[in-house]
């Protein structure tokens, strides 16, 4: 066994790996959340209610539906995503003309009530979701074991972040997007219909904490507490990024997990509270954050 | 009297008979739980209705004011009015960290900021040795008052409780009509043009933040040597999120608005403690109702019914 600062080989890269993964649900999650502050101007704070719906949803089609694995991935996300829909229509788009705080409380509001209903269903233990049969197994790296799963959750999760961000940078409905975040109103001049442009940035992003959601379904147990443990990081992850750019949102979340993760190994005691300390730092550095512009 | 208006001045009266009459009909200890809210949650009303600062982690003054006063009250045998003091200047110091910290970013990040700073200070309590951990500190003696009255009997203890939040509402209410509390609103409505008038205002939400931090810290010793203990459940987030209900619910930036809703989201809990879970489905519910159609709150309603600033 070889050694690295002093620390085992496979110790450090396994708490890489995990690091990685957790970057990955930030990087989707924090994602999400500053493209729907982008075009809504709310925090979305059901968003990790969100995203314990859809490991759910993902577990209930197989439990009821016998709908397994790679169907969940496509097909939760879409009912994740009309649930946004039904959320922006009928509460969400009463807030437009009141100030941010009201968006926080109402989101906040939904989230208890979505991870209340699971709590009663349900209750706090969780429950085992399955590995797909092409992702069981590890692979042998050489210098340490790599499950495959937690492979694909990095790759999948990495895919899905760079397409979204080409499809907002690159494509004209991206362009028609970051028109519509810069000035509403003009845009509507142009014969755009802003309206249901913002319920479907809504439903986009809270599908991404869907998807999320069914790649986390395996790895953490499905329980309705699994949002509300990640949210509250996902949002020292957006203060520090800023949640001016899209870019900022994947590189930040990826890049915290593997500081979380290299927390783990050098200092077990810290792991918990690294990211925190890292948002104190970059609020007294670069009080707008990493990649944010000054309000 | 005091900065009232004769109505305020007419309900602030009312109130009194309210807190002397009703431990005579009501259980004494709920009563001082909600007398414990009800000031924690006028204290988080001085930031979000008079500074319109919006901190979404109040738990972490109000439970690190009632992890110190346990301790104190318990390792070191403080009196309880000692154990108080220890938790409010502690609410007063963690505030005046967490708030320079804070006050560096406006508006949805000020809440994200204190939210997740009090996120950090639940995984150190989590940790630390002295709060317990999962157990909490227990069986914390409520002692003799300045080393005299012993307030083993609740309604003894009631007094005192009454006497605290009494002092506490004052308080607030004299900081938010003084010049200070105009400089406060004027913060509020158009922090620009207050900067432009020559005020600092940093300095200014600083300082509303650490008085309410300070109060916040008194609410929470308050409530560990009313129920002898003090619990990660304190500290955690719900607890944040319960502040921002009965402040929302009972009217933000009303006078005694934080007082019903603390009565109404306690008393709702009492009543619904058996049905576990639905407490949160509840909380959710009533959020949304709030947000949606019910913006000023009971009290704001209220007023705005009989046109008066209640």
């Excluded at chain 1, 708490?15 to 493209?35: C, K, P």
């Excluded at chain 2, 043009?193 to 600092?200: D, M, N, V």
Aim: hydrophobic share 55%.
């Amino acid at each position: 066994m070889f050694m690295i600062l002093g620390y085992p080989a496979p110790l450090l890269f396994g708490q890489l790996l995990l690091g990685l993964i957790n970057g990955a649900f930030y990087a989707l999650l924090s994602l999400g959340l500053a493209v729907i502050f982008g075009m809504l101007n709310i925090v979305n704070f059901a968003h990790g209610a969100l995203f314990m719906l859809g490991a759910f949803v993902a577990w209930g089609m197989l439990e009821y539906l016998g709908i397994g694995y790679w169907w969940a991935l496509v097909l939760a996300p879409l009912i994740v995503g009309a649930f946004g829909v039904l959320l922006e229509k009928t509460l969400i788009s009463r807030l437009y003309k009141l100030d941010h705080l009201y968006g926080l409380l109402l989101t906040f509001g939904l989230a208890l009530i979505i991870e209340g209903l699971a709590r009663n269903q349900y209750g706090s233990s969780g429950m085992p979701y399955r590995i797909p049969d092409l992702l069981q197994g590890a692979t042998n790296l050489g210098f340490m074991f790599l499950p495959n799963y937690r492979a694909w959750v990095v790759v999948a999760a990495a895919v899905m972040c760079l397409v979204t961000w080409l499809v907002i940078e690159k494509t004209s409905l991206g362009a028609t997007l970051r028109a519509a975040t810069e000035n509403a109103p003009l845009v509507q001049a142009f014969g755009v219909n802003v309206p249901r442009m913002i319920t479907l940035t809504y439903a986009g992003g809270v599908a991404l904490a869907g998807f999320a959601g069914v790649l986390a379904a395996p790895i953490y147990s499905v329980n309705p507490n699994m949002g509300e443990n990640f949210i509250i990081t996902v949002f020292a992850v957006v203060v520090i990024g800023g949640m001016g750019s899209i870019l900022g949102s994947i590189v930040t979340g990826f890049g915290l997990g593997i500081v979380e993760g290299l927390t783990k190994v050098f200092y077990p005691q810290g792991s918990a509270t690294v990211i925190f300390v890292v948002m104190v730092i970059v609020l007294l550095a670069r009080p707008a954050g990493l990649f944010g512009r000054a309000a | 009297m005091l900065g009232f208006s004769r109505p305020q001045t007419m309900a602030f009266l009312l109130m009194v008979v309210l807190v002397i009459v009703s431990p005579f009909v009501l259980y004494p200890v709920f009563l001082m739980k909600v007398l414990c809210f009800a000031l924690f949650a006028c204290a988080f009303n001085l930031l979000i209705g008079y500074v319109g600062l919006m901190s979404f982690g109040h738990a972490a003054y109000f439970g690190m004011g009632s992890y110190v006063a346990a301790y104190t009250a318990k390792v070191w045998g403080l009196t309880p009015e000692l154990a108080i003091v220890m938790g409010t200047l502690t609410g007063a110091a963690l505030g005046t960290v967490f708030g320079w910290l804070a006050i560096r970013r406006q508006g949805i990040y000020f809440a994200m900021i204190t939210l997740a700073l009090a996120q950090m200070n639940y995984f150190f309590c989590l940790q630390a040795p002295f709060t317990g951990g999962e157990d909490g500190i227990q069986q914390v003696p409520r002692g003799h008052l300045f080393g005299l009255i012993p307030l083993q009997n609740d309604m003894v203890l009631y007094v005192v409780v009454a006497v605290i939040f009494l002092a506490g509402f004052l308080l607030i209410h004299r900081i938010v009509h003084s010049p200070f509390g105009q400089v406060l609103k004027a913060i509020r409505e158009n922090e620009p043009r207050a900067i432009s008038l020559g005020y600092r205002t940093d300095d200014y939400k600083l300082v509303a933040f650490i008085l309410s931090t300070a109060l916040a810290g008194a609410a929470g010793a308050t409530k560990s040597i009313v129920f002898g203990i003090a619990t990660l459940t304190d500290v955690h987030f719900s607890m944040s999120g319960e502040v921002v209900l009965m402040t929302l619910l009972g009217g933000l930036g009303t006078i005694f608005g934080p007082v019903v809703g603390a009565l109404a989201v306690t008393g709702m809990e009492n009543y619904l403690a058996q049905f576990g879970a639905w407490v949160t489905v509840t909380q959710g519910v009533v959020f949304v109702v709030c947000v949606i159609a019910f913006r000023r709150g009971i009290i704001g309603e209220l007023g705005a019914k009989l046109k008066m600033a209640l």
